[in-house]
């Protein structure tokens, strides 16, 4: 695959160091940046053959099948049709719109093109994620009744991030969109996302948008997805998933406390780990932050799609629904109140809450639950079929 990249900042460096980091048979062969001598330190760093000062130019560039957008999220619009007039696949990061309706706007571009959209939401393909869905697709936790996931951290780089105008909002749309979709990929993406209750509240920081929240999304199935996110945590980064199944738990920490821990004088002041808030004392390094963030196999998914004309498990149909779960909770934010989410185009399963059947202890008795108590003793709390009394033996 012959890439472009758009943008030389945070991102677009993480994304190289995936792409051309290990012996790939992928190669980035144009990179854009607003400056040129951006674009040039970016392409002397990484080995890139060319690069410019023009999204039209670099899209179009001969040696280009796909196109990755690490570009600020008000660009993202304006890259992906720039991409899809060129007719390049574009791999556009997260968010992929400010708001659904941009989002569904570069949806029908690339529909309309008949290139791939493929969505860079790393934090699905962790590996740690990447094992928990398959566990949970084969059944090993029973039926999700309730995922969390939490992504906090101190605040962003750069200074578009806090401006409501160019981001769209505040954590909850630099962050909430990863813990959307990973709850989302816990609770099944066929299963339709049906209200959304949030609070936010811009707590300490000069701004417009919010840089704290907590949301619930609820699911047609009666499933729920919380997320959790923050611009005023102190002490790194924190993402951390919780999915509760009928039948199991699973609990990951991506991040902080991952079982490598290391202690420093600070002598010589080196990269720690992203948003890492010291470089001395006790720290929590991670092993292989460009594998453990999910963007190794997030690029081989995205390429394997391409060519093989399928689409990848991360696409902007999901890029769509994200945002209009997001729009929901904004709305709900302002409201205090539970929103629809709106989807024009749903394409998973219509299915409506199932009752879940209930456990008998015998033909006239419900189990609600059983425990064996520190002394050895068995105890059973039961519910009467007909009186409906709770009772135990
Ligand atoms: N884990 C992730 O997936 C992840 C992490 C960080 C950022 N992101 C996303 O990546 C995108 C970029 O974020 P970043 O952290 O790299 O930010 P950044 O500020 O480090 O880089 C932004 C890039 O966009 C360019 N840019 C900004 N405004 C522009 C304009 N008006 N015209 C042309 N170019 C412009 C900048 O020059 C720079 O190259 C955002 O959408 C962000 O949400 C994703």
């Known amino acids: 695959m012959k890439l472009a990249i758009l943008g030389s900042g945070f991102i677009a460096r993480f994304y190289a160091d995936a792409l051309v980091g290990q012996r790939r048979k992928d190669e980035v062969t144009i990179v854009y940046s607003r400056t040129l001598s951006n674009a040039k330190k970016f392409a002397d760093d990484y080995n890139v053959p060319n690069f410019t000062d023009s999204i039209k130019d670099c899209v179009s560039h001969k040696d280009v099948d796909a196109v990755v957008i690490a570009l600020s999220n008000d660009m993202h619009l304006e890259a992906v049709l720039a991409c899809a007039a060129a007719g390049k696949h574009p791999l556009c990061t997260k968010p992929l719109g400010r708001t659904a309706r941009e989002a569904l706007e570069m949806l029908q571009a690339v529909e309309k093109a008949g290139v791939t959209g493929g969505y860079l939401e790393d934090l699905v393909y962790s590996p740690k994620a990447l094992k928990s869905i398959a566990a949970i697709k084969s059944g090993s936790i029973g039926d999700v009744v309730w995922a969390k996931s939490r992504e906090t951290h101190p605040g ?79 002490g790194g ?34 990269y720690v780990a992203e948003k890492a808030e010291s470089d001395s004392g006790w720290l929590f390094p991670v092993g292989d932050e460009v594998n ?8 081989t998914d995205m390429f394997d799609a391409i060519e093989s004309n399928k689409q990848p498990m991360e696409n902007f149909y999901d890029g769509y ?46 189990l609600i639950k059983e425990e064996t108590l520190p002394s050895g003793e068995k105890k059973f709390i039961v519910k009467n079929k007909k009186t409906g009394s709770i009772e135990k033996r």
């Open 292 to 299: 453990e963030l999910g963007y190794n196999h997030m690029f």
């Open 237 to 270: 980064m924190d993402l951390r998933d919780e999915v509760m199944g009928t039948e199991g738990t699973i609990w990951i920490n991506n991040f902080l406390r991952t079982g490598f821990e290391m202690f420093t004088t600070g002598k010589s002041g080196t």
């Open 321 to 366: 629904v994200v945002n209009a779960i997001l729009d929901a909770a904004f709305l709900s934010a302002k409201t205090k109140k539970w929103e629809p989410v709106k989807i024009e185009d749903w394409r998973g399963v219509a299915e409506k809450k199932v009752e879940k059947e209930m456990t008998s202890y015998d033909k006239d008795y419900y």
């Open 156 to 234: 962003p780089h750069s200074d578009w991030f806090w401006d409501k105008e160019k981001s769209g909002g505040g954590a909850i749309i630099d962050l909430g969109c990863h813990c959307v979709e990973l709850c989302r990929s816990y609770i099944g993406k066929n299963i339709k996302p049906v209200e959304v209750i949030c609070w936010a509240d811009t707590r300490l920081h000069p701004i417009d948008a919010e840089d704290n929240a907590v949301g619930m999304v609820k699911y047609e199935n009666g499933a729920i997805g919380q997320f959790e996110v923050s611009w005023s945590f102190r």
